[in-house]
T-cell receptor, first 113, second 112 residues
Framework: DGGITQSPKYLFRKEGQNVTLSCEQNLNHDAMYWYRQDPGQGLRLIYYSQIVNDFQKGDIAEGYSVSREKKESFPLTVTSAQKNPTAFYLC????????????FGQGTRLTVV | LAKTTQPISMDSYEGQEVNITCSHNNIATNDYITWYQQFPSQGPRFIIQGYKTKVTNEVASLFIPADRKSSTLSLPRVSLSDTAVYYCLVGSNSNSGYALNFGKGTSLLVTP
């Protein structure tokens, strides 16, 4: 089954700890994205990557880091420097074609306790 | 990147046609206009994309005037299940990739 998979679905973290959210796609898409969504708010772009070993900061990259060592994988690390990490995190991917159709994973809900 | 402006929220009754307008005054020549739909606790889903004039698919129509500084997503005869947030995006592929900025979207509430 082709798609984009995020794990885990729910994640709890103690303050001061780093945590890594997984995002894997088997759609052979070039571009991948990470977003953060707070209750009642829109999506805010954290990082995106057009090709392997290259990525760009979005609007709210501070306190986050990413890597793109493989085309299929784009993990997001929420570091202790992120002041308010509790949120819903969404990963997406899309091909490089003209149609700007992104496919999203089911999301990871991160709670800092 | 072109900035977009949409209404924060809209209300409609079942069976009505809903039109959501998006302003994008600084749209570039190569930019496309794309609309997404998001239900709670899910990722957004692609609805429709256009460059100019009118585009129609099984879900919606997209109207783009000649100056392309705005666009209107039209949902015919909405049902309760069309209650969602709708996002307008403007952009294109570039050497550094396409940032896909969703903004705050328009929250549509459909009631009986």
């Amino acid at each position: 089954d082709g798609g984009i998979t995020q794990s885990p679905k729910y994640l709890f973290r103690k303050e001061g700890q780093n945590v890594t959210l997984s995002c894997e796609q088997n759609l052979n898409h070039d571009a991948m994205y990470w977003y953060r969504q707070d209750p009642g708010q829109g999506l805010r772009l954290i990082y995106y990557s057009q090709i392997v070993n290259d990525f760009q900061k979005g609007d709210i990259a501070e306190g986050y880091s990413v890597s793109r060592e493989k085309k299929e994988s784009f993990p997001l690390t929420v570091t202790s420097a992120q002041k308010n990490p509790t949120a819903f995190y969404l990963c997406a991917s899309r091909s490089s074609g003209t149609v700007i159709e992104a496919f999203f994973g089911q999301g990871t809900r991160l709670t800092v306790v | 990147l072109a900035k977009t402006t949409q209404p924060i929220s809209m209300d409609s009754y079942e069976g009505q046609e809903v039109n959501i307008t998006c302003s994008h005054n600084n749209i570039a020549t190569n930019d496309y206009i794309t609309w997404y739909q998001q239900f709670p606790s899910q990722g957004p889903r692609f609805i429709i994309q256009g460059y100019k004039t009118k585009v129609t698919n099984e879900v919606a129509s997209l109207f783009i005037p000649a100056d392309r500084k705005s666009s209107t997503l039209s949902l015919p005869r909405v049902s309760l299940s069309d209650t969602a947030v709708y996002y307008c995006l403007v952009g294109s592929n570039s050497n550094s990739g396409y940032a896909l900025n969703f903004g705050k979207g328009t929250s549509l509430l459909v009631t009986p």
